[in-house]
């Protein structure tokens, strides 16, 4: 067992910071969470995408609030807390960060009022959404496994760096090859659960630059057979990149840095790293 | 790497044969399935439940059929074809048991031709359907793959027979506690898609008595401070266990257990087997 990580920064800075700040109000509809958590940001996103009124609030890790706790006793963040009845005064949990996300996108409804659907709505478009679930379940059962697996090898593994490498590139490519021909986006110029989805991971990426000689991803011109590939997943991370609710939810570089040296060192207690340790399925 | 397979039955038995047979005739819903696959269960169920038109074409899954294949190049069962034009003759695939059964309960929506649905549907059940997906979660990142590592259990592996069998039954208690009170079903007299998600490996539980010693479930009145848990376990699992939809989708018994040894062995070469194996989360 590895100690505690006490280095973990406890709070948000830069953009996530000027985010959080501005939805430090008590509202009923609370999104606890932890700047540093991918599975947070994919939530924060939706609530900013549609601009849902809500109060943020920080979650330290190591003295987790009383008040949080007694919603859900697990401790897990992301958790929504959903007011359930009309004065919003009582409230109840939501957690698992998709059924967060696609909770607020369905009760959030009015297009004038929060924009446009992230999961495409209706009866007409069943096949679509159905399309976007299978991509959705893409990203979260081998696209982020994967990046575990990747970011938390050591020497000692039962598999080389370059296998780790390869097989998330083998993962991003049959992504992409569902992308929409055009884009940027998943489904063309609508951002949608897809983008939100991978977007944190995206935000991610430059870690493997930091802690494991790169990513792999080859530059402009040099993709050899697959140069169109990652032509189109180019353009797509530079979209969902800039996107300005991606943008809006990071904090500063160094503090991810910081954070993930447990991931690269193999070393983090968080569930996700010890899942992805002990060959689990993320939980 | 293990041989082929080829000791599994090419056909459904038993009541799923007949059920088969009534859906042999060409029609445009098309599911591929195997009569084995507890993914494949989920699908069909959904499809039997809600009283669905459809034709059902079980897969050799050593001789697929070039239809299938033009279909889902990667030959996944279950997959589902969906007429996308009006005169149902160009199709479209879905595939992932969780995508199929959704997008069966979402466009078979008619309450008086197809009953209920099983995802409770509308704004004002927004929080009801996410709890449900919470427990649908649940099934799919903890129970199932629990159920393989334990009967996957063989004498070199890391851990025991009885952390498995535990760990398998941490899962389903976590899982009663969420069930309604009164019951039977997860949602209380509605049967859901929650029970449709974990129904087919409920049917499989016999198998641990076969093959692993025993499920490891008490008998009633044994259950010492989880008797009541166990109590509502069992009131769960004979509602759904007599249900017509998860009855008249079963095989004869025998052929599971033909089928599972190759599990129990650990010598399958099945995705689910060897992703299990290999530590991975379950494709």
């Given at each position: 067992?590895g100690?505690?990580?006490?280095?973990?920064?406890?709070?948000t800075?830069?953009?996530?910071?000027k985010?959080?700040?501005?939805h430090?109000?008590?509202?009923?509809?609370?999104l606890y969470?932890?700047?540093?958590?991918?599975?947070?940001?994919?939530?924060w996103i939706t609530?900013h995408?549609?601009r849902?009124p809500?109060q943020y609030f920080e979650?330290?890790?190591?003295?987790?609030?009383p008040?949080f706790?007694k919603?859900?006793p697990?401790?897990?963040?992301?958790t929504?807390?959903?007011p359930v009845d009309?004065?919003?005064?009582?409230q109840?949990?939501l957690?698992e960060?998709q059924?967060?996300?696609e909770?607020?996108d369905?009760?959030?409804?009015?297009?004038a009022?929060h924009?446009r659907?992230?999961?495409?709505?209706?009866?007409e478009?069943?096949y679509?959404r159905a399309?976007?679930?299978?991509?959705?379940?893409?990203i979260?059962?081998?696209i982020?496994?994967?990046?575990?697996?990747?970011m938390?090898?050591t020497e000692?593994k039962a598999?080389s760096?370059?296998?780790?490498r390869?097989?998330?590139l083998?993962h991003?490519?049959?992504?992409v090859?569902a992308l929409?021909?055009?884009?940027?986006?998943f489904?063309?110029?609508?951002f949608?659960?897809?983008d939100?989805?991978?977007?944190?991971?995206?935000?991610r990426m430059?870690?493997f630059?930091v802690y494991?000689?790169?990513?792999?991803?080859?530059?402009e011109g040099?993709g050899g057979k697959d140069?169109?590939?990652w032509n189109?997943?180019?353009?797509?991370?530079?979209?969902?990149g800039?996107?300005?609710?991606?943008?809006?939810?990071?904090?500063?570089?160094?503090?991810y840095?910081?954070?993930?040296?447990?991931y690269a060192e193999?070393?983090?207690q968080s569930q996700?790293?010890q899942a992805?340790?002990?060959?689990?399925?993320?939980?």
């Amino acid at each position: 067992m590895g100690s505690v990580d006490t280095s973990l920064h406890k709070h948000t800075s830069g953009r996530a910071a000027k985010f959080a700040d501005s939805h430090s109000s008590p509202h009923p509809l609370i999104l606890y969470g932890g700047w540093f958590c991918p599975f947070v940001q994919r939530s924060w996103i939706t609530l900013h995408e549609k601009r849902i009124p809500h109060q943020y609030f920080e979650i330290n890790p190591y003295h987790k609030d009383p008040e949080f706790l007694k919603l859900n006793p697990r401790g897990l963040v992301p958790t929504l807390a959903v007011p359930v009845d009309r004065q919003g005064k009582e409230q109840k949990p939501l957690y698992e960060s998709q059924v967060i996300c696609e909770y607020l996108d369905e009760v959030y409804d009015d297009e004038a009022q929060h924009g446009r659907d992230l999961l495409p709505r209706g009866k007409e478009d069943a096949y679509l959404r159905a399309k976007c679930r299978i991509w959705i379940d893409h990203i979260s059962t081998r696209i982020i496994p994967a990046f575990y697996r990747f970011m938390q090898h050591t020497e000692g593994k039962a598999y080389s760096l370059d296998e780790a490498r390869e097989e998330y590139l083998g993962h991003i490519k049959t992504f992409v090859e569902a992308l929409d021909a055009e884009g940027p986006f998943f489904l063309g110029e609508r951002f949608s659960m897809v983008d939100v989805m991978l977007a944190p991971w995206l935000c991610r990426m430059f870690l493997f630059d930091v802690y494991k000689g790169g990513v792999g991803i080859p530059e402009e011109g040099q993709g050899g057979k697959d140069e169109q590939v990652w032509n189109r997943w180019r353009k797509w991370a530079n979209a969902v990149g800039e996107r300005q609710s991606v943008l809006d939810t990071l904090s500063d570089r160094e503090q991810y840095v910081d954070a993930y040296r447990r991931y690269a060192e193999d070393e983090t207690q968080s569930q996700v790293g010890q899942a992805t340790r002990g060959g689990r399925s993320l939980p």
